[in-house]
């Protein structure tokens, strides 16, 4: 056997065996557990009789390690790792390789039935399904063809729609209570899709005002209103109101009352008060303190809570006249309540991007809100306000407080000179450690070992050359008879004088009167410039 090996296999066939039998690993979706592990043995039994053959436990840990992740995990949890035999390892593993391969049919059938229903209910539902603001010139097309028309399925979310999509990532609307899971409208149709951007969220992010909104489980501070007076005598001027519940629900939550814009009663009686998260600098802190205010455009004073003072340590001014506020409801019994002091305050936005210029904010306690940003704040910075879209927006940077945009780190620099140059240089010394250790190995290995050469045979290189000598004279002389044998044939050519004139040729020319048949090759018009450019350039090369 080792004779018929080394006359007809090639020299390196055992290594490339146990290569193989090393790379091998398990892919579920190609073939099975079973098939792949009588194709490891397979291999594995034309080792026997050689020094690479795998014993039963070597060859058990090397199916094990090679295995999927999925039937890894189900191994690592079952009694096959119990078991001390091969035969019985690869049965234990080959039952729960067909168990999963069940399961995954049955999961796999389920989906497809789900789909095939989402599809079915999708093709009956009515064109103007998709009422989101980011989807409407995305479906519009495929929705009104549906019925008619086959389905096209939507092309697969990129990376940068991922980041962007605060959703459902099936149906593809942004700010939506469900996710893909149990979403109601299913996919979409693909035909006139259009990729997310920016643009979409900022719009579906200025229109989610008029959507229904989940229940808030936090307990909402109790309710406050605080009045100015218009003049010394009647304080009527209402300052802030916030509800004693969180629940900002309107009171219909059918589609039909959605857009209230355009109907002549609002349907809901409260609305969701302009709160901005913002972030403000101590003098006792090294890091901003996190804050919550409340935007509000219909008073004139900017409040301040003094807990939040105490937190940053701000410095208080005195008033030169007191400010006096009052509650907004009529009440003999409650007295109005005088300011005296006040803070300089400015803000930060949470990415750092837009700071507020500062402005005066009377200490006011008991106050509802840690701070309450009024006319004087939006005034001072030229902020403008819209309640239906829920923005507020800096005239001068462009910057909306309410609906920043996302932030994304910026790409990292690139190494200097001297970092590159330390960096080959370890590498270089490692790959000299791996080469060397390489060849270490290889010294070690019998078949790498050198070989003793023979002495110089001097007796031998003279009958070689003699040889040589031999045939060349031989072929010499071979020459020489077929040269005199065809004289007439190796003679050399004569001068164009001594050449006979009896043999005449002639070349005919093309016609320089004749007119070369012109044709015209239909183009595009934005490749005339490109067109024009070439032609110049083969022009003056000559070409034509």
């Known amino acids: 056997m080792s004779q018929l090996c080394s006359n007809y296999l090639h ?16 892919d579920p979706n190609q073939e099975s557990f079973w098939v792949w592990s009588q194709y490891v043995i397979n291999l594995n039994c034309l080792l026997r009789n050689t020094t690479s053959v795998f014993d039963n436990t070597t060859l058990c840990n090397q199916l094990n390690a090679h295995l999927d992740d999925g039937l890894k995990e189900c191994v690592k949890h079952s009694e096959a ?8 390892w690869i049965d234990v593993v080959h039952q729960l390789d067909e168990t999963r391969t069940s399961k995954n049919k049955c999961h796999r059938e389920l989906i497809e039935e789900t789909f095939n229903k989402c599809q079915a209910k999708r093709q009956n539902t009515d064109s103007n399904t998709f009422c989101n ?19 096209t399925p939507l092309p697969l979310l990129l990376d940068s729609e991922c980041t962007l999509l605060d959703g459902c990532t099936k149906c593809r609307k942004f700010y939506v209570s469900h996710r893909s899971q149990d979403c109601p409208t299913g996919f979409p149709s693909g035909k006139g899709y259009k990729t997310l951007s920016i643009t979409d969220t900022l719009t579906a992010k200025k229109g989610k005002s008029t959507a229904t909104s989940s229940s808030s489980n936090k307990q909402a501070p109790k309710a406050v209103a605080a009045m100015a007076p218009l003049s010394d005598d009647k304080p009527n001027i209402i300052a802030a109101v916030l509800p004693s519940t969180s629940d900002y629900k309107s009171d219909s939550d059918s589609d039909e009352n959605a ?7 609002s349907t809901s009686i409260k609305a969701k008060h302009l709160l901005w998260d913002c972030q403000i600098h101590g003098l006792l802190t090294d890091f901003p303190v996190k804050t919550q205010g409340l935007i509000d455009n219909g008073a004139h004073l900017v409040l301040i809570h003094p807990d939040l003072i105490t937190k940053l340590n701000l410095r208080k001014y005195h008033l030169h006249k007191p400010e006096i506020i009052d509650v907004t409801m009529n009440d003999e019994q409650k007295t109005p309540s005088e300011l005296y002091d006040y803070v300089k305050l400015s803000l930060t936005s949470l990415d750092a991007i837009w700071t507020s210029k500062s402005v005066k904010a009377l200490i006011t306690l008991n106050l509802c809100m840690p701070v309450i940003l009024r006319l004087p704040f939006l005034i001072h910075n030229m902020i403008v306000t819209n309640h239906a879209a829920r923005t507020c ?44 250790m390489v060849c270490h190995d290889c010294l070690k290995n019998q078949k790498f070992q050198p070989h003793i050469t023979e002495d110089f045979n001097v007796a031998g290189a003279i009958r070689d050359r003699i040889e040589i000598l031999a045939t060349k004279e031989s072929l010499a002389k071979q020459d020489t008879a ?15 004088d001594q050449l006979p004139t009896n043999v005449c040729a002639s070349i005919k020319l093309k016609d ?31 070409r034509i």
């Open 81 to 88: 790792k119990k078991e001390k035999t091969l035969k019985s």
């Open 133 to 151: 603001p980011s989807r409407q010139n995305n479906t519009s097309n495929s929705n009104a063809n549906s019925s008619t028309s086959t389905f």
């Open 482 to 496: 077929i040269r005199s044998e065809f004289k007439e044939v190796f003679e050399p050519i004569l001068h164009v």
């Open 259 to 265: 857009d209230i814009s355009k109907r002549d009663v």
């Open 393 to 436: 927006i800096d005239k001068t940077l462009n910057y909306d407080l309410l609906n920043p945009l996302p932030v994304f780190p910026p790409p990292p620099p690139k190494p200097r000179l001297c970092e590159q140059l330390a960096e080959t240089k370890a590498d270089k010394k490692l790959m000299l450690a791996e080469l060397m």
């Open 512 to 542: 320089t009167e004749k007119t070369i048949k012109s044709r015209s090759y239909p183009s595009p018009w934005k490749y005339k410039e490109a067109w024009s450019i070439l032609i110049q350039q083969h022009l003056d090369a000559g």
């Open 11 to 26: 020299l390196d066939w055992e290594d490339h065996v146990h290569n193989e039998i090393l790379n091998s690993c398990l």
